[in-house]
T-cell receptor, first 109, second 116 residues
């Protein structure tokens, strides 16, 4: 069965510190992995997807098929990064995307 | 900038009553999703449409929930009768391409339902 696990409900770091939001998944085929972000009072939006191999707002995520992980990383956290982050998984073609429970990132000044 | 529109933003209803939510996806988007998000959890897919056809409703409680997208554009999600456990945020999302290749899902602001 497909499953996305985000083990941390809350992650608190100081501004300028590195941050890593963990995501592990279970899926029998070749999944597509995503990170979505929801800033305060805003709608859920895509942050990045693994197939793009891009860096968005300084965030990167590497798909590790051996460890079935897709951790989100940023070397220097900023206060404006404070938000709710959701890891998501989909079959190729975009059907039935499932989300993890989310991690709230709080960046302290 | 085009956005997914949902209404109402908030809805309070008594249990056993009927309630309906409306979603207008971004123009031209073939795929439309309804998600339910219970407080403290991630969004859970209820139903997915490709144009006017349902492609996945395996998590939709069909004894009380129904969804339609008659002309392949806007969509309505209905609950009848509502139960206390239905209190949640109901999110609508759309994406532009059907078939192979994922495209980004664009989310609406959601409808927060409270059943009393």
């Amino acid at each position: 069965a497909q499953r996305v696990t985000q083990p941390e409900k809350l992650l608190s770091v100081f501004k300028g510190a590195p941050v890593e939001l963990k995501c592990n998944y279970s899926y029998s085929g070749s999944p597509e992995l995503f990170w979505y972000v929801q800033y305060s009072r805003q709608r859920l939006q895509l942050l990045l997807r693994h197939i793009s191999r891009e860096s968005i707002k300084g965030f990167t995520a590497d798909l590790n098929k051996g460890e079935t992980s897709f951790h989100l990383k940023k070397p220097f956290a900023q206060e404006e990064d404070s938000a709710m982050y959701y890891c998501a998984l989909s079959r190729t073609g975009g059907f039935k995307t499932i989300f993890g429970a989310g991690t709230r990132l709080f960046v302290k000044a | 900038e085009a956005e997914v529109a949902q209404s109402p933003r908030y809805k309070i209803t008594e249990k056993s009553q009927a309630v309906a939510f409306w979603c207008d996806p971004i123009s031209g988007h073939a795929t439309l999703y309804w998600y339910r998000q219970i407080l403290g959890q991630g969004p859970e897919l209820l139903v997915q449409f490709q144009d006017e056809s349902v492609v996945d409703d395996s998590q939709l409680p069909k004894d009380r929930f129904s969804a339609e997208r008659l002309k392949g554009v806007d969509s309505t999600l209905k609950i009848q009768p509502a139960e206390l456990g239905d209190s949640a945020m109901y999110l609508c999302a759309s994406s532009p391409r059907k078939g192979a290749g994922w495209t980004e899902a664009f989310f609406g602001q959601g409808t927060r339902l409270t059943v009393v």
